[in-house]
């Protein structure tokens, strides 16, 4: 998981500031309503993003070594479905 672990960290960078840009849109006087549900709207897909690129990683790092020849058709078929 270490060779992803710098990109899982910008990752959760960009997870951050998106959230407090919502936060922010939200204590303001005059709210921008679709402002502040498109930026929640993004920052829900990076989630779903991160969390996938996460159990991909951890996957690789924990069972890819363990994986025989017969059953790697089977374990790339579960990495497409994660990342589907």
């Known amino acids: 998981m270490t060779d992803n672990k710098k990109q899982i960290i910008n990752h959760i960078s960009r997870l951050e500031g998106q959230l407090a840009s919502v936060k922010k849109e939200l204590q303001q006087d005059k709210v921008d309503c679709i402002k502040a ?48």
């Open 37 to 84: 549900s498109t930026t929640l709207l993004s920052a829900s897909r990076s989630f779903a993003g991160l969390r996938q690129k996460f159990t991909e990683s951890f996957l690789m790092k924990h069972f890819v070594p363990q994986v025989s020849e017969k059953d790697k058709d089977m374990f790339d078929k579960l990495i497409a479905i994660i990342k589907g």
